[in-house]
């Protein structure tokens, strides 16, 4: 996916992401909407990012309705808008983009830009998960630790702490440690969620 990818571009990519875009690719529009905002290729403008990732929006690309739900959420070359940032990411993750059911959920289980909707957002990790985003993993594992948006649950926790450790996710490995101190006992393991 173009919004994690932390390579850098030559002039030349771009060129070819710009050739692509004019013919209706919205991947390209969207991946030269990255380039602007990481400055890979290109000087770093974060508006014609902004630009370009409203034309791939316009041809329904769920990656470009995050990176631009991701701008908002941060403040980056539009307004700061956490309501925004909730409905592009609210489209991106119909169209089943995980990192956007991620966010999203982030969002609803500490209420920010909304009401507080722990159950909603333990829904969307759970989707999330089961398409294997380690963030989710990480997440869902922690609401089931907490009992929050579902009941209790250390075995459920453990099981996804340890998926997100074996994908690699260093903070997953620590929790899974805590997860089992913690079987049993009423005390909140804590843990701050990925997102």
Not at 114 to 119: I, L
Not at 170 to 183: C, D, G, K, L, T
Request: charged share 20%.
């Amino acid at each position: 996916m173009a919004s994690d990818d932390e390579s850098t571009n030559s002039p030349d990519a771009n060129d070819c992401y710009r050739v692509l875009a004019l013919e209706g690719d919205a991947a390209a529009m969207n991946n030269l909407g990255v380039s602007y905002e990481k400055g890979r290729g290109v000087a770093k403008d974060a508006g014609k990012a902004v630009e370009c990732y409203a034309s791939a929006i316009a041809m329904g690309n769920a990656c470009a309705m995050f990176n631009l739900g991701r701008m908002f959420e941060e403040g980056c070359g539009v307004e700061k808008s956490a309501g925004k940032a909730a409905e592009l990411y609210a489209s991106a993750a119909a169209l089943g983009n995980t990192d956007a059911m991620v966010n999203l959920g982030h969002m609803l289980d500490n209420g920010i830009g909304m009401a507080p909707d722990n159950k909603r957002a333990c829904e969307l990790y759970l989707m999330a998960a089961e398409k294997q985003n380690h963030a989710a993993m990480f997440n869902l594992a922690m609401m089931y630790l907490n009992g929050r948006g579902t009941a209790m649950n250390p075995e459920k926790a453990d099981f996804w702490l340890c998926k997100a450790a074996a994908a690699g996710l260093p903070e997953a490995r620590y929790f899974s440690s805590v997860a089992q101190r913690h079987a049993g006992s009423d005390s909140d393991a804590g843990g701050r969620l990925l997102h």
